[in-house]
T-cell receptor, first 116, second 111 residues
Framework: GAVVSQHPSRVICKSGTSVKIECRSLDFQATTMFWYRQFPKKSLMLMAT?????????EQGVEKDKFLINHASLTLSTLTVTSAHPEDSSFYIC????????????FGPGTRLTVT | QKEVEQNSGPLSVPEGAIASLNCTYS??????FFWYRQYSGKSPELIMF????GDKEDGRFTAQLNKASQYVSLLIRDSQPSDSATYLC???????????FGAGTTVTVRA
């Protein structure tokens, strides 16, 4: 159980374009999902908390207009990187909480974004 | 002061030895503690969680928690080359369901 998928696994886009990343909980309903980014050899950086049916809560310093998060159903959250620039190139990882009272998060496999 | 601190390593151990990883946290009210393993280029994988003081064993892994000292550790017994990875300590500090992550300790198991 507790399987989280992400799509796409890798994406290359041109500067100025937008990219959407999907995060799905496959065998459970996830009221709360999280979006992280990770630069090479660095730790995880939480970008935002995504709550089903409500607006995402962004961490300090994360531009909500640049990183659009939508959590339209209990099994799907999306992150859209708008007007991407080379500095947005990173490893984006989502996670989900089971919602059964525990605090453990289960991570998706990640999406490697390269902006040229 | 960082919320969750780990030695960055690298920690190099011979195959078959015990790898000992340490983690300290700043919020005394923290209640839930997690260890994740992350292979290079992959996403983190949950390997252990612990909520109560003392030891918790799962296979070759043992998590140890001491809330009075604000300290949580992970022991890997009979280390295997496949254990070579970065191990992330994570703590829930009561701020909804968010986890605070340490920077990770890189472990290398020498064959």
């Amino acid at each position: 159980g507790a399987v989280v998928s992400q799509h796409p696994s890798r994406v290359i886009c041109k500067s100025g374009t937008s990219v959407k990343i999907e995060c799905r909980s496959l065998d459970f309903q996830a009221t709360t999902m999280f979006w992280y980014r990770q630069f090479p050899k660095k730790s995880l950086m939480l970008m935002a908390t995504s709550n089903e049916g409500s607006k995402a809560t962004y961490e300090q310093g994360v531009e909500k207009d640049k990183f659009l998060i939508n959590h339209a159903s209990l099994t799907l959250s999306t992150l859209t990187v708008t007007s991407a620039h080379p500095e947005d190139s990173s490893f984006y990882i989502c996670s989900a909480n089971l919602g059964t009272g525990g605090y453990e998060q289960y991570f998706g496999p990640g999406t490697r974004l390269t902006v040229t | 002061q960082k919320e969750v601190e780990q030695n960055s390593g690298p920690l190099s151990v011979p195959e078959g030895a015990i790898a000992s990883l340490n983690c300290t946290y700043s919020d005394r009210g923290s209640q839930s503690f997690f260890w994740y393993r992350q292979y290079s280029g992959k996403s983190p994988e949950l390997i252990m969680f612990i909520y109560s003081n003392g030891d918790k064993e799962d296979g070759r892994f043992t998590a140890q928690l001491n809330k009075a000292s604000q300290y949580v550790s992970l022991l890997i017994r009979d280390s295997q080359p496949s254990d070579s990875a970065t191990y992330l300590c994570a703590v829930n500090m009561g701020n909804d369901y968010k986890l605070s992550f340490g920077a990770g300790t890189t472990v290398t198991v020498r064959a």
